[in-house]
């Protein structure tokens, strides 16, 4: 069974910074691209990052320059590093597995993390 | 960036009855290998999102066979041909071909 769990979030003021982690179980982590997806409260999704295998790197403009994807296929796992965080990064953040120009787009997703930022 | 559209914002519907969803994107969501990565998501309230039909028309395993996908090129359009209970959430359209990825505002499904 595919599992996706995401751990790291909590309360930050604005400027900090956080990581995000998610542990993946249940599949080939290392030949999966992966995704960072967050929504933040009472509103819709929004793609921000992905991964591919080999470590190829896409972000969204909001975070371009603030976060940083990452991945080490030894430990399963799926990383986002948060810099200077806003209030508009408040949100459950999401990984999502696949690459969406194939048929494995975002086909599962973790439970997510809220990441609060509030002075 | 590929801006995804969706209408109505809110579906109330009675329970039997058919359902459907418009999505629109700014740009030709058609490939240069031919496909079309168009995706449906499904939100329950208080889960996270699942997705329900991938490139356009293919359900997701599971996925009751009352779900249907159909469209192209710029036009896309999700369908329910019975709504059940269990159907109630936000359903949102979501591009893949062109990046950023990019997701419609929703569509929020209530039962009359």
């Known amino acids: 069974e595919v599992q996706l769990v995401e751990s790291g979030g909590g309360l930050v003021q604005p400027g900090g910074s956080l990581r995000l982690s998610c542990a993946a179980s249940g599949f080939t982590f290392s030949t999966s691209g992966m995704n960072w997806v967050r929504q933040a409260p009472g509103k819709g999704l929004e793609w921000i990052s992905y991964i591919s295998r080999s470590g190829t790197i896409y972000y969204a403009d909001s975070v371009k320059g603030r976060f940083t994807i990452s991945r080490d296929n030894a430990m399963n796992s799926l990383y986002l590093q948060m810099n200077n965080l806003r209030d508009e990064d408040t949100a459950v953040y999401h990984c999502a597995r696949g690459y969406c120009s194939s048929g494995s787009c975002l086909d599962y997703w973790g439970q997510g993390t809220l990441v609060t930022v509030s002075s | 960036d590929v801006v995804m559209t969706q209408s109505p914002l809110s579906l109330p519907v009675t329970l039997g009855q058919p359902a459907s969803i418009s999505c629109r994107s700014s740009?030709?969501?058609?490939?240069?290998?031919?496909?079309?990565?168009l995706n449906w998501f499904q939100q329950r309230p208080g889960q996270s999102p699942r997705r329900l039909i991938y490139k356009v028309s293919n359900r997701d395993s599971g996925v009751p066979d009352r779900f249907s996908g159909s469209g192209s090129g710029t036009d896309f359009t999700l369908k329910i041909s019975r709504v059940e209970a269990e159907d109630v959430g936000v359903y949102y359209c979501?591009?893949?071909?062109?990046?950023?990825?990019?997701f419609g505002g929703g569509t929020k499904v209530e039962i009359k």
């Open positions: 979501m591009q893949g071909t062109h990046w950023p990825l990019t």
């Open positions: 740009q030709t969501l058609v490939h240069s290998d031919g496909n079309t990565y």
